[in-house]
């Protein structure tokens, strides 16, 4: 399985912008789909997830700003991100968490670098 992530750059403070990323290979049935994010010397952190039945949760900081989706159909999760700020700065991974084939597993994408400059 592999994640292919796009939509990262930089832009200015109060900007949008929308990440995508699109799972394809041996793929049966994805539950959890979901953002994390890693600034510069802080860990890495929850931005936002969805299941599978569009069920979804956020962390208070981007809460009103940021919304996830996801095509099913398409194997693909979307980060709708707008009214950006500087701290919104790092690199964004999304997660996927493949339920079919067997043995489960969670599978990471390489990263997309968002820039938010003041």
């Known amino acids: 399985v592999q994640l292919v992530e796009s939509g990262g750059g930089l832009v200015q403070a109060a900007a949008s912008l929308i990440l995508s990323c699109a799972a394809s290979?041996?793929?049966?049935?994805?539950?959890?789909m979901l953002w994390y994010r890693q600034a510069p010397g802080k860990r890495r952190e929850l931005v936002a997830g969805?299941?599978?039945?569009?069920?979804?949760n956020y962390a208070d900081s981007v809460k009103g700003r940021f919304t996830i989706s996801r095509d099913n159909a398409e194997n693909t999760v979307y980060l709708q991100m707008n009214s950006l700020k500087p701290e919104d700065t790092a690199v964004y991974y999304c997660n996927v968490r493949v339920v079919r084939p067997i043995p489960p597993r969670e599978v990471w994408g390489q990263g997309t670098l968002v820039t938010v400059s003041s």
């Open positions: 290979g041996s793929i049966q049935s994805v539950s959890a």
């Open positions: 969805i299941t599978f039945g569009g069920s979804t």
